[in-house]
């Protein structure tokens, strides 16, 4: 009676310290969809979890099964934050277009630009470079790939998690639009037919920039400066600046006392915007067992069981700066990666705990906590790469035998250390119909998920996929993406979320 019951404390405890932990934000990436069944329906799975991916899902998953289960999940997930690429591959078009090594030529020699030119070197300046800056805005995704096997309450396995992010940084420091030997007021006189702009501007507040920044013109000695500067903020208009936002007139005032040299600042050449390239790899092996709680009312036997993993970690972190000026391709990036003094390697273990009930046979409600103690592994940037507890919480609902319908909700709200200002809660949904041909089994999935912790990023992404069984060999495919999309190329459309998995498992029933 005493172990009985000191069980039931314990699977009351976990389920307490799971509600503690989901309190608070947690510095972990975001949650994986490990496994193609799972990654169709949405990421659902914490309650609907039945095979030997339980381990990760919902180790509590095993008390409620005994056959002997072999798999191997392969899976990536992709997200564009902002419009990232957008940006990118605008600064990238202008470049080629207006080389800025020959526009800052052409200044220090004296020459003149045309104002479509002065344009195009705003939008990167006064409009793109700010954008790649903001929160959250990158690249960030994630790959798991690994072996997992389970039999009879028991489970291991080993899995690779890898979590990655493209961080950018703006240095809007170094904008001059002439290097600093040819900063003189007589600089600005570039534009070639600077005429009056007065009534000519779309917004109400380019007016009084234009003036604040012919008052620093005429005090450098610049011939001309009112209609000079009012060209500088028509053709920041046409580039799509909003001289109407403070910060972008902080930036056009920046650029026009630093190419003045009225303040100090680098040009152009100097410039040091790049981007941080952050990732965290963790190989986890996994030693898990679930059992039903042997409690002593009648109604709840069977109908509730705790599981848990003790994990090694073996973890991998890479951290670079990269600036652009120095990327010619991206094997180039891959290579600076794998230098081996931007890599560092740790050891750690963690803890994982969940809990599944089901108070009638089809439905099912569990709550699952990863990495409870926190693990850490150093790194080469500041501070740890750090994954505390992320805790979620699922319900699965059987319609019919062979017709299920779930829905999971993370209740940390992940901080990844890898891109700065990017928060994730996933809320997930799917469900799965399953048509019984013999020793031949089709399952067709589809699901939905969203990051609702992040209204720039709170878009639906859909999610489907099949599965095929034959006799003792399963075989699932996945894939998902986002109706949102973001330009690439002025022509090609880039979902910005996606996802891919396949799924391969051994299953005997005995």
């Not at 996945?478 to 996606?498: E, W």
Request: charged share 20%.
């Amino acid at each position: 009676m005493g172990c009985k019951q000191g069980l039931s404390r314990l699977g009351a405890a976990a389920l307490a310290g799971a509600f503690v932990f989901a309190s608070a934000a947690a510095s972990a990436e975001e949650w994986s969809f490990v496994g193609a069944r799972y990654q169709a329906m949405g990421g659902a799975g914490v309650a609907v979890v039945d095979d030997d991916l339980a381990s990760y899902w919902n180790p509590a998953a095993l008390g409620f099964h005994d056959d002997l289960q072999v798999g191997v999940p392969f899976g990536f997930q992709a997200a564009v934050e902002e419009d990232i690429l957008t940006d990118v591959d605008r600064i990238a078009d202008l470049i080629d277009n207006a080389d800025p090594d020959q526009i800052l030529s052409d200044l220090q020699g004296g020459s003149l630009i045309n104002p479509d030119t002065l344009r195009d070197a705003l939008e990167v300046t006064a409009r793109r470079f700010p954008a790649l800056d903001n929160p959250g805005a990158g690249v960030i995704g994630n790959v798991n790939v690994g072996l997992a096997g389970r039999y009879r309450g028991f489970g291991i396995s080993a899995l690779g998690l890898g979590h990655y992010a493209a961080d950018p940084v703006s240095d809007l420091n170094n904008l001059a639009f002439a290097p600093a030997a040819a900063q003189s007021g007589a600089v600005i006189a570039f534009l070639a037919g600077a005429i009056d702009r007065t009534g000519q501007f779309n917004n109400g507040a380019s007016q009084g920039l234009a003036d604040s920044i012919a008052t620093i013109w005429t005090g450098q000695g610049t011939p001309l400066a009112q209609d000079r500067a009012e060209e500088f903020v028509f053709q920041a208009e046409r580039a799509g600046v909003d001289t109407g936002d403070s910060r972008a007139q902080t930036i056009l005032t920046r650029i026009a006392s630093q190419t003045s040299g009225a303040t100090a600042g680098g040009d152009l050449s100097q410039n040091e915007s790049g981007s941080f390239v952050r990732g965290g790899v963790t190989a986890e092996v996994a030693f898990s067992y679930g059992h039903t709680l042997p409690l002593p009312i009648d109604l709840l036997k069977d109908k509730i069981s705790l599981g848990g993993n003790l994990k090694y970690m073996h973890g991998v972190t890479y951290f670079e700066f990269i600036q652009y000026t120095d990327i010619d391709k991206v094997s180039d990036v891959l290579d600076e990666l794998g230098e081996s003094n931007n890599v560092r390697e740790d050891d750690n273990v963690g803890i994982d705990l969940g809990l599944l009930v089901k108070p009638v046979d089809f439905v099912r409600v569990g709550i699952v906590g990863r990495n409870l103690n926190g693990p850490s592994f150093s790194r080469k940037g500041p501070g740890a790469y750090k994954l505390d507890p992320q805790v979620r919480l699922g319900a699965a609902v059987n319609v019919l035998p062979n017709w299920v319908i779930a829905a999971d909700v993370d209740l940390t709200e992940n901080e990844t250390d890898n891109l700065d200002g990017f928060e994730s809660r996933l809320i997930s949904a799917g469900t799965e119909f399953k048509l019984p041909m013999g020793p031949v089994s089709l399952a067709l999935r589809a699901g939905l998920y969203s990051n609702i912790a992040d209204s720039a990023d709170g878009a639906v992404a859909l999610t489907g996929g099949l599965g095929l069984r034959v006799w003792d060999i399963e075989f699932d495919l996945a894939g998902g993406a986002s109706p949102d999309t973001t330009d690439i190329d002025d022509s090609d459309d880039f979902p910005t979320r996606a996802n891919v998995s396949v799924n391969f498992r051994y299953t005997k029933t005995f």
